[in-house]
C-alpha cells in the first residue's frame, strides 16, 4: 500500500506560477513510477507528466516547456512546477503512484489549482 498527500495547490493569475508536491508514505520502495494528472470540469482525467526512477520524464504536449516533474530519489517527495499558467491549466491535480509487480495505480486526494485570467 501507498498513500499520498498534495499540497501546493491555489489560485494564481494567468502567467503566474506554482509548485505541487505530493509526499509519499507506506510501501514506498515498490513505487515503479509516480505521476501527475489533472481532471477539469466535466473532462476526463489527463496525464500531465511522469518520473520514473533514474529521472526519467515525460510530458503532455499542452504543458511541455512550462512544466517540470522532479523526485530526487525513492524517499523524496515528487514535485510539480508550473511556470506560465494559463486559464485552461485550471483543473483539480492528482499525485498518481504505480506500485508493485501487479502495477497497481494509487491516488492522492487532490488538489485544486484556479488560473485567473
Known amino acids: 500500500q501507498v498513500q499520498l498527500v498534495e499540497s501546493g495547490g491555489g489560485l494564481v493569475e494567468t502567467g503566474g506560477s506554482l509548485t505541487l508536491s505530493c509526499a509519499a508514505s507506506?510501501?514506498?520502495?515498490?513505487?515503479?513510477?509516480m505521476a501527475w494528472y489533472r481532471q477539469a470540469p466535466g473532462a476526463q482525467r489527463e496525464l500531465v507528466a511522469t518520473?520514473?526512477?533514474?529521472?526519467?520524464?515525460t510530458y503532455a504536449d499542452s504543458v511541455k516547456g512550462r512544466f517540470t516533474i522532479s523526485r530526487a530519489n525513492a524517499v523524496s517527495p515528487v514535485y510539480l512546477q508550473m511556470n506560465n499558467l494559463k486559464p485552461e491549466d485550471t483543473a483539480v491535480y492528482y499525485c498518481?503512484?504505480?506500485?508493485?509487480?501487479?502495477?497497481?495505480?494509487?491516488w492522492g486526494q487532490g488538489t485544486q489549482v484556479t488560473v485567473s485570467s
Open positions: 498518481n503512484a504505480n506500485a508493485g509487480s501487479r502495477a497497481r495505480d494509487y
Open positions: 507506506g510501501s514506498i520502495f515498490s513505487i515503479n513510477y
Open positions: 518520473v520514473i526512477s533514474g529521472g526519467r520524464t
